[in-house]
């Protein structure tokens, strides 16, 4: 009986979703797009941390579907935004801090702007964080509705322009600001009878630590588990290149060695203000009476190390900083309501694809990205066998390549200054998630080593290619394993980035 109420549900659920194209626009579905900033995997009850309380997220995975691959391709805020609103690699969009912005040519193509010219009625909260050409403080101009703000936004509400005089008295920190925001949008959008599309990008819990005094009780005294990769030890054997950038620095100077369990205490609180947020948002959803044609989407910008490998912060492509919770609700998908997990191999870049293959449109030429749609209804699908994730940002010798399939992760580091030779890593991930012991040199591994280079040689090929700029085009050479070092340094700059603190 089981099977055959499933395969029901995923007859109705696909009849719906294929059937949308030619129907009125109030029959498409709601999009909820929900977008944390520099949270971990292991931040929540449903990924399996038993220290933190997050029961409204907690539900929406016992709703939905939870995936359990899913990477940011490039794990640092700007470029991982458009990443997302354009379905693309970075060095297609062309875009993070200090290497380029967006035009206004390429917004066109982005998720929220192809969802309004179809009928939707659109709006975006929180931090914005890319910025486009000749805009400046106009993004508010994309959306119906406004609740955004160009760089990092601030924690006060009432530093927040956009936000400031609906909801500064009443929500004064920011987090909880955003669920009002996206309360009251929902109610406009179903009172004016029209399909909608809200996006949400929370500034929590990037730093600096803020968290709402309100929730100061929930984890205070409270002690935390570390994980097994935890410390200096376990990231010994890493590359040198990944230990140039302040990653490396921030295990000490942001209290992952010294002071765990206070740092994870705020950490953990400023995510559980999100959390009370996505419950404002799950409740004026129910309230409105369209949870059954409503679907949310939950996830976040990049990771965050945590002391993992002793290290802090994002932006290196280990499974901390670039792996991030996904959760998706999609209401009679098949799947909604037995809290299944998928597998399958997923990417910041699948948003856009996804949300427009919802709506009954067709994803953008030149996106990268799959629509992760068939994963609703068949979690033990598949929609790609490899993806890139990079870094082409901070200094030099921190810039990588990696590409992660359903089974290994390969990192490439090309930069060989400063007494350091190029460098690979290589883990597999079903048995070493925790990527302890790096596979390069094993001859049990040199089939997997020469098969999983051939696909990084693609990406490098398609870098060539498809790059917006020549800052990006050049990472062509720099990364390509045939040139020699003589001949890439020329390329590099003069003064290379100092590695921060
Ligand atoms: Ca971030």
């Not at 509400?157 to 009443?170: C, F, H, R, V």
């Not at 809290?339 to 399958?344: V, Y």
């Not at 290589?426 to 094993?442: C, F, H, P, Q």
């Not at 394993?481 to 603190?501: D, F, I, M, V, Y």
Request: glycine share 8%; net charge neutral.
């Amino acid at each position: 009986m089981d099977a055959i109420a499933s395969a029901m549900r995923i007859v109705f659920f696909l009849a719906s979703l294929f059937s949308g194209v030619g129907l009125v626009a109030a029959e498409k579905p709601n999009l909820i797009f929900l977008f944390a900033d520099d949270q971990n995997f292991d931040s929540l009850g449903c990924y399996g941390n038993p220290d933190v309380k997050t029961p409204n997220i907690d539900k929406l995975a016992a709703d939905g579907l939870i995936f359990d691959a899913h990477y940011n391709t490039t794990a640092i805020c700007m470029a991982s935004r458009a990443n997302v609103f354009l379905g693309q690699y970075e060095y297609r969009t062309g875009c993070n801090f200090n290497t380029g912005n967006l035009t206004v040519q390429q917004f066109r193509k982005s998720y929220p702007v192809l969802l309004r010219k179809a009928g939707y009625r659109t709006a975006f909260a929180g931090k914005f964080g890319v910025v486009i050409e000749g805009k400046k403080d106009d993004h508010g101009s994309f959306f119906d509705t406004w609740g955004g703000g160009p760089g990092q936004t601030h924690y006060e509400t009432k530093k927040n322009k956009s936000m400031a005089e609906k909801y500064a008295k009443d929500y004064p920190h920011s987090t909880r600001s955003y669920g009002a925001f996206g309360r009251d949008f929902v109610k406009e959008s179903v009172a004016a009878k029209k399909p909608f599309c809200l996006s949400i990008s929370f500034k929590a819990p990037h730093r600096p630590v803020t968290p709402d005094p309100k929730f100061d009780d929930v984890y205070k005294g409270k002690t935390f588990r570390k994980p097994a990769n935890y410390g200096r030890a376990a990231g010994s054997h890493f590359a040198e290149q990944s230990k140039k950038g302040r990653q490396y620095t921030r295990f000490e100077s942001w209290g992952y060695a010294t002071d765990y369990d206070a740092t994870m205490a705020k950490y953990h609180q400023q995510i559980y203000a999100i959390d009370v947020a996505v419950g404002m948002i799950r409740d004026a959803v129910e309230e409105a009476g369209v949870s059954e044609n409503t679907v949310i989407i939950y996830t976040s910008d990049n990771g965050f190390f945590c002391g993992a490998h002793g290290y802090g912060s994002k932006v290196l492509p280990y499974e901390e900083s670039t792996r991030v919770p996904l959760i998706i609700y999609a209401p009679n998908s098949g799947t909604a309501g037995e809290g299944q997990r998928c597998s399958a191999l997923t990417g910041n870049i699948d948003f856009a694809p996804t949300m427009l293959e919802l709506a009954g449109l067709k994803a953008p030429p030149n996106t990268d990205g799959k629509s992760l749609v068939p994963l609703l209804s068949d979690p033990n699908g598949r929609v790609r066998e490899h993806l890139a994730i990079m870094n082409f940002w901070g200094p030099e010798p921190t810039h990588c390549i990696g590409i992660v399939t359903d089974s290994h992760k390969y990192i490439h580091w090309y930069y060989a200054g400063d007494g350091m030779k190029p460098a690979e890593e290589l883990y597999d991930l079903k048995t070493d998630r925790l990527e302890l012991n790096n596979l390069v040199g094993n001859p049990d591994a040199s089939g997997v080593l020469k098969s999983i280079r051939e696909t990084y040689d693609s990406y490098v090929s398609s870098l060539k290619d498809h790059s917006r700029t020549p800052h990006y085009a050049k990472y062509a050479t720099l990364f390509d394993r045939s040139t020699s070092w003589e001949a890439k340094q020329p390329l590099l700059p003069k003064k290379l980035t100092p590695a921060g603190k």
